[in-house]
């Protein structure tokens, strides 16, 4: 069962099927179909689809069937597997990344209490993890990219509404928020951007070469 209110958009999950993502953007979605059931049978949808096609195209007849169908034929119509879950915070992909579980966690303060952690970083992206204190907000800003964010514990709001976790929110260069993390737990999420920030005020902006973000 699931009860994601937030899951990642088909775009995201096909460009993590076909290997097409950064890396830092495959960490948040192999994280988020941990925690998600839907968007794990949708992603895996696209895989049985894509290697179907990729395999022999005469098997599959896409014009008679309806894309149930061509599913169940693949599949055999038989449930996917769970895949196997350690306990914690961290779904197995992003404990692997991280080396353990929340604790083994190496935090570094970026101001306002709050704390990141880089887990991932190229040319096509960064992967951190970011701990936001309970009812503390993050400076508004908009973005030159897109940025994914992935909740793990605790819960934030912004403009779009709130999301707790296995929650993902996809922001591009349209959107400006003002994450703020609800009160009673801190929030921590993991975030992945392919461009920095561009943030509203004027502190923010100047401490931004400094954090890194
Ligand atoms: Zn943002």
Redesign the pocket.
Known sequence: MTDIQHQAPDDLLMGYATGALPQAFDLVIATHVSLCDDARARLEAFEAVGGAVLEDLDQVDVAEDSLEQTLAKITGGAPAERPIVMPGTFPTPLQSVVGGDEEAVRWRYVGRGVKQCVLHSDENGTARLLKIPAGRSMPE?S?NGT?M?LVLKGAFRDEDGVFARGDIEV?DPN?S?T?IAEPGEDCICLVATDAR?KFQGLLPRIAQPFLGI
Do not use: K, R, S
């Open positions: 800003h973005h940025e964010t922001a959107v928020h994450p920030l």
